[in-house]
């Protein structure tokens, strides 16, 4: 069964850094890019950042472009996004989400991620 947990939740001071993570279970990384989304108090969600399962290549959402970057270990089948100089603008619930259907990945195709996680919270605020 294929299933994404996210973790890192955390409140952090404007400036601060945090690293969320999305374990996958039940699918080969390989196969399968991954995107983070994030959907923010009275807000839409919104693609952030995501990497290909054919070739390793990423997107970044504008918002997040040199603040935000995103990897990924094979042999943990995890994906990681690493979060610097946070703004109170990126507090929300972070997801993640995977899609077999997208051969190069796209921050901007929330509806060809079929699979998702709970969530992770993320508070920026001083």
């Known amino acids: 069964q294929l299933r994404l947990v996210e973790s890192g939740a955390g409140l952090v001071q404007p400036g601060g850094s945090l690293r969320l993570s999305c374990e996958a279970s039940?699918?080969?990384?390989?196969?399968?890019?991954i995107g983070w989304f994030r959907q923010g108090p009275g807000k839409e969600r919104e693609g952030v950042s995501c990497i290909s399962g054919s070739d390793g290549s990423t997107m970044l959402a504008d918002s997040v472009k040199g603040r935000f970057t995103i990897s990924r270990d094979n042999a943990k089948n995890t994906v990681y996004l690493q979060m610097n100089s946070l703004k109170p603008e990126d507090t929300a619930i972070y997801y993640c989400?995977?899609?077999?259907?997208?051969?190069?990945?796209?921050?901007?195709?929330?509806?060809?991620?079929?699979?998702w996680g709970s969530g992770t919270p993320v508070t920026v605020s001083s």
């Open positions: 039940g699918f080969d990384l390989d196969y399968f890019s």
């Open positions: 989400a995977a899609s077999s259907a997208l051969y190069y990945c796209s921050v901007y195709a929330r509806n060809e991620y079929p699979y």
